[in-house]
């Protein structure tokens, strides 16, 4: 994993993609931001057209901003640049709730371009949706693809993908990031989080990344107000009362699904009157959508739920949060329940409850105190560094996202890192394509075009280069078949055939034990299946230098 993570950052360096055009488009579909733009959001805007607009190298950018204060925007706008110019862009978000959001508010702002297409992918999709939907992705019919970690899978193919908007990422697993760090080394990949996860902020912090911070509040917004204690009945009826009087609404959070009806029977019996529902990730996925749906029109008062309301809903008449068993949540985590409230111009309210004091670990004490401390608006990013204080940051290239560097020292970590990294290159062959060394371009200008066996001839000799450099020890056909015997490893053949660029050669050659096999369409008379041969070996050729590896 620390060999693919490293290469990947190097190989990302290497890459160059045309720059996106800048068009009048983007003025006017910029202009149509209802609100007067923060100065932090206008650099965040030109830092993001700088990436695609005059760098060759793939964006890798990170924007760290409070819930609230226009992370959106600034991907609307990366999304229109790279639609525009014929290209897809896929949004990822880690629950359906939040993906859900995210394509309303997209389509929304695309509703005036009619040509660009917007899709999202979801399990509340039927079996036959879900096959229209991956066919038009496949065919570049959508424009952008709005879903969680199923646009992931193996059976969603783009057919031009440019961008990647992965919001609120530390809610990813492991494997997860890794799969979206190496989706495509060539896509611009755009990082929207209001609590980084440690490794992400640091990946930033030291220059691995690009990061834009957002931390001024747009101006109408108010500090939340955060209490912390006890939990204590008494507590809570009068929260919830003062919340309900002002014609507001609720969240009640809790870490577990199943302590959830023993608050909601506590609340019926505290406030028979009030329309209450539950909401949590294991809710038939229709039933969640319109329990949703109701608490955001405002016909459900409180709102029983795990942190699936996390990120990403927006409800302005919410504006009063209470989490109990606080201690059994992360401080990314907390951070973000408490941004659920306080998005409007009204004065909001999270009550973070513990159930006793002497309960709690030092760690759960000091993230709580951190906590406390980070009531400012903006203050996710020092969040987040206390986090990496609190909790490490985690093995840079490792599957642990935190980590304790604390024997070494982070700096002097950092420096044997870099200088690692330094060596890469030392250790690299670069090979050259065989048509730059062709000598039979000079044996034309002398004698002039090759007999055909002569050709014949030259083409199984590079044949014979090529396999020899692959580990390939024997080519043979039998029908429509095509055998290679050889020692590569079944993973050096997946990464091989992941970096080749004809789809017709990946898809037709299997690693079966110790032979790469490929099942042609027909059979091929013998100048023909010699051109196969050369260009099928030509291609896995070329990717041989992402393999000789530091």
């Given at each position: 994993m620390v060999v693919d993570l490293m290469e990947l950052y190097l190989h990302r360096l290497k890459q160059k993609r045309p720059p996106y055009p800048r068009s009048p488009a983007m003025a006017e579909f910029a202009s149509q931001f209802p609100y007067e733009p923060t100065p932090d959001q206008k650099q965040a805007f030109i830092d993001v057209e700088k990436d695609l607009t005059d760098q060759e190298t793939?964006?890798?950018?990170?924007?760290?901003?409070?819930?609230?204060?226009?992370?959106?925007?600034?991907?609307?706008?990366?999304?229109?640049?790279?639609?525009?110019?014929?290209?897809?862009a896929m949004v990822l978000a880690p629950t359906i709730v939040l993906a859900k959001q995210h394509f309303d508010v997209i389509s929304d702002r695309f509703s005036k371009y009619p040509s660009i297409k917007v899709g999202l992918l979801s399990r509340f999709q039927g079996k036959a949706e879900k096959e229209e939907h991956l066919n038009m992705i496949k065919k570049g019919d959508l424009d952008i693809i709005v879903g969680t970690h199923s646009l992931l899978?193996?059976?969603v193919v783009y057919n031009n993908l440019g961008l990647l908007v992965v919001d609120e990422e530390q809610r990813f697993g492991v494997k997860q990031k890794e799969k979206i760090a190496?989706?495509?080394?060539?896509?611009?990949?755009?990082?929207?989080?209001?609590?980084p996860i440690p490794r992400t902020l640091y990946l930033a912090l030291t220059g691995f990344r690009d990061a834009s911070l957002i931390s001024t509040p747009p101006p109408e917004r108010v500090p939340i107000k955060t209490h912390l204690s006890a939990f204590g009945k008494e507590k809570v009826?009068?929260?919830?009362?003062?919340?309900?009087?002002?014609?507001g609404q609720v969240f009640y959070v809790l870490p577990l699904i199943k302590g959830l009806e023993e608050v909601m029977d506590f609340l019926k019996q505290s406030f028979p009157d009030v329309d209450i529902a539950i909401a949590h990730g294991k809710q038939y996925s229709k039933q969640l959508e319109e329990t949703m749906e109701k608490f955001a029109q405002g016909e459900i008062k409180i709102?029983?739920?795990?942190?699936?309301?996390?990120?990403?809903?927006?409800?302005?008449?919410?504006?009063?949060?209470?989490?109990?068993?606080?201690?059994?949540?992360?401080?990314?985590?907390?951070?973000?329940?408490?941004?659920?409230?306080?998005r409007a111009d009204r004065e909001a309210y999270a009550y973070l409850l513990y159930p006793d004091k002497s309960l709690l670990s030092d760690q759960a004490l000091e993230r709580l105190?951190?906590?406390?401390?980070?009531?400012?608006?903006?203050?996710?990013?020092?969040?987040?560094?206390?986090?990496?204080?609190?909790?490490?940051?985690?093995?840079?290239?490792?599957?642990?996202?935190?980590?304790?560097?604390?024997?070494?020292g982070i700096d002097l970590f950092f420096e044997m890192l870099f200088e690692s990294l330094s060596k890469v290159e030392e250790h690299r062959v670069v090979s050259v394509p065989y048509q730059s060394v062709e000598f039979t371009e000079n044996l034309r200008r002398q004698y002039g075009k090759e007999p055909y066996s002569m050709e014949i001839l030259l083409k199984k000799l590079y044949v014979r280069r090529m396999a020899a450099d692959l580990?390939?020890?024997?080519?043979?056909?039998?029908?429509?078949?095509?055998?290679?015997?050889?020692?590569?490893?079944?993973?050096?053949?997946?990464?091989?055939?992941?970096?080749?660029?004809?789809?017709?050669?990946?898809?037709?050659?299997?690693?079966?034990?110790?032979?790469?096999?490929?099942?042609?369409?027909?059979?091929?008379?013998?100048?023909?299946?010699l051109n196969w041969i050369f260009q099928c070996l030509a291609e896995l050729h070329a990717s041989l230098p992402a393999l000789i590896k530091y």
């Open positions: 793939p964006m890798d950018r990170l924007i760290c901003g409070d819930v609230g204060f226009g992370k959106t925007e600034v991907a609307l706008r990366a999304i229109f640049c790279v639609v525009s110019a014929g290209k897809q899978g193996n059976r190496s989706f495509k080394t060539s896509v611009d990949v755009l990082t929207l989080s209001a609590t009826i009068a929260a919830i009362r003062y919340e309900l009087d002002r014609g709102l029983i739920c795990t942190n699936i309301v996390e990120s990403g809903l927006d409800i302005q008449n919410a504006n009063t949060i209470i989490i109990q068993d606080v201690q059994q949540f992360g401080l990314a985590q907390l951070y973000q329940l408490r941004g659920r409230v306080g105190a951190a906590l406390e401390e980070c009531r400012e608006l903006g203050q996710g990013f020092q969040l987040a560094e206390r986090d990496m204080g609190i909790r490490g940051f985690g093995t840079i290239f490792g599957e642990q996202q935190t980590g304790d560097v604390g024997n070494v580990g390939i020890s024997r080519i043979y056909a039998s029908g429509k078949m095509v055998g290679m015997e050889t020692s590569m490893s079944k993973r050096v053949f997946k990464l091989m055939t992941d970096s080749m660029i004809s789809d017709v050669h990946r898809n037709s050659l299997i690693f079966d034990g110790d032979q790469i096999r490929a099942e042609l369409l027909l059979e091929l008379p013998r100048e023909q299946l």
